[in-house]
């Protein structure tokens, strides 16, 4: 059955406003990279979607995090099969003050993007200042590396750019504070989440008859056999007392694949979609275990 979205809340920290004021450490806190499929557009929506007191919170496909920063849960277990954004979540979280240092001594500029996407720094704070300035100032700040798992997006930087925002770096930091943070793949992530947890899975969208998927966030490729592996693992989850929420694409076959999940078509406003005539909408889902209680 698709539902139609619930209207954005009066409130939309409801569920978080519903917890012990320890859970949460910063309601300023906001995304700090620019990240392929990212879901600021829909944080008030799935807010509403979250029940008033879980128990920790898991995020197995991290990215930019628009969610965790909009409601910022704890305890909450957060991860990606990307090991470069982890690290830079992880100095971010630990050696913030460092980590902006550095970053304030760039310049942008297409030789500097240059130089710095042709190093491949060891130490962990100079990979994060590398990951941030190429999110910065790469084309559409996508991530994309090619086979031997070196970065290949050009200069792309808008004028006006800001290439350390201090505060929001800030802000993130203390809303990372005591959180967890793994590189892994996402069944093993959800694995861990037991009765009373929240998951929310932002997989990359896959459709079936683009066994592909899509190139577009590491070297790995999300296939379709990946969305029905995550969907397996949701179903087990759901068994064990979980609540999950999953976003994908508005799709017949990957509706087929949470039968017995709510379901909830949304759009997202895309100029890509449009093309030249201006914005277009795209449907996506957003799909939910059902209590049966
Ligand atoms: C759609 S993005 C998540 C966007 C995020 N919700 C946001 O607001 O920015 C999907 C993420 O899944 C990660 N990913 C791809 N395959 C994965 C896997 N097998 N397990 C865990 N994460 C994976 C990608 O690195 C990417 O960061």
Known sequence: MVETMRQTPSCPHDAVDAMPPDRTTSRSAVPFLRWAGGKRWAVDMLSALVPERFNRYYEPFLGGGAFYFHITPYPATLSDTNEELINVYRQVRDNVDELIDRLKKHRISHQVFTAIRNKQPSLPVTRAVRFLYLNRTAFNGIHRVNRQGRFNVPFG???????????????????????????????????????????????????????????RYNEVLFAWADQERLARACRRAVKRGVHVIVSNAYHEPIIDLYHGFGIAKVYRESRISAGLQGRGRVAECVLRSISTE
């Open 157 to 215: 930087c808008k004028p006006g750019t800001i290439l350390c925002d201090e505060k929001v770096l800030r802000h993130a930091s203390a809303s990372l504070q005591n959180r967890t943070l793994h590189v892994s793949d996402f069944e093993s992530a959800i694995e861990a989440a037991g009765e009373g947890d929240v998951v929310y899975a932002d997989p990359p969208y896959t459709v079936k008859h683009n066994n592909n998927g899509f190139r």
